[in-house]
């Protein structure tokens, strides 16, 4: 499975950004694709996913109420849709994915995209 994320960008705080995976390859047996962040110092945590035969959410503490992931079964597209930015968004955005599991860690993901930049500036 190859994935390819997009979107990123520079904000200010209060802004929004939606941030798109494309997920190739084998993905007919895909079980979960979600986000991971990363800021600099920091590990890698998980932010949201989704299961993508039956289309339910998990999302992290932090983000929840602003951030909602969404999925485009059809054409193997995951979407993250954040509002309300806060500084502390700021990372490195990686979209990742499992054909076994939830993705609700790092241990547990197969395969990664590549990073896209989300900045939030005051």
């Known amino acids: 499975v190859q994935l390819q994320a997009s979107g990123g960008g520079l904000v200010q705080a209060g802004g929004s950004l939606r941030l798109s995976c494309a997920a190739s390859g084998r993905t007919w047996n895909m079980y979960s694709l979600g986000w991971f962040r990363q800021a600099p110092g920091n590990e890698r945590e998980f932010v949201s996913e989704?299961?993508?035969?039956?289309?339910?959410?998990y999302y992290a503490d932090s983000v929840k109420g602003r951030f909602t992931i969404s999925r485009d079964n059809a054409k193997n597209l995951v979407f993250l849709q954040m509002d309300n930015l806060e500084q502390e968004d700021t990372a490195v955005y990686y979209c990742?994915?499992?054909?076994?599991?939830?993705?609700?860690?790092?241990?547990?993901?197969?395969?990664w995209g590549q990073g896209t930049q989300v900045t939030v500036s005051s």
């Open positions: 989704v299961d993508w035969s039956r289309g339910l959410t």
């Open positions: 990742a994915s499992s054909r076994r599991t939830r993705v609700a860690t790092p241990a547990l993901v197969e395969y």
